[in-house]
């Protein structure tokens, strides 16, 4: 069973550099074609500083910034056994290649369900870049599968 005096609690601020050929790798991932996402030409163009990050691309830094592995380690959770259950997010501002975004995460809830056979974690994040503007909000929901409980 998961300690539920987690709920409440803000994890330690992670960080993570938006690199251009990293954007450029995510793009072609996700068959993103747009040359916005991949030129700088073509995104000053477009208006933009730089290469702007699409949407999805701030989960993939907060993975990177080891943010989820420091909470399934503070957690003692068996990372086996977890999941990702659910992820929103909330647009303030566009995230650009040569920036850093900073991370701050607190978990908002954690339940049960099926008499603890699956818990879950509610985490909600915000993420904010090297001039403190709020990029973005992401609310995520961690499942945790107790395959020992039914």
Do not use: C
């Not at 957690?75 to 290649?97: C, I, K, N, P, S």
């Amino acid at each position: 069973m998961i300690d539920r005096s987690w709920i409440g609690r803000e994890l330690p601020a992670s960080t993570f550099d938006i690199e251009r050929g990293r954007l450029t790798f995510f793009a072609q991932a996700i068959g993103e074609t747009d040359p916005v996402y991949r030129d700088p030409e073509a995104a000053r163009a477009a208006g933009h500083p730089d290469v702007p990050a699409p949407p999805t691309f701030l989960f993939s830094g907060e993975l990177d910034s080891g943010a989820l592995e420091h909470l399934v380690r503070e957690m003692g959770l068996d990372l086996l056994r977890v999941l990702h259950g659910e992820q929103t997010f909330t647009y303030h501002a566009l995230a650009y290649a040569g920036e850093r975004m900073t991370i701050r995460s607190r978990i908002d809830d954690i339940y049960e369900r099926k008499n603890g056979a699956m818990e879950f974690i509610v985490k909600s994040t915000r993420i904010t870049n090297d001039r403190d503007v709020l990029v973005a909000e992401a609310r995520s929901l961690i499942v945790v599968r107790n395959p020992g409980k039914r």
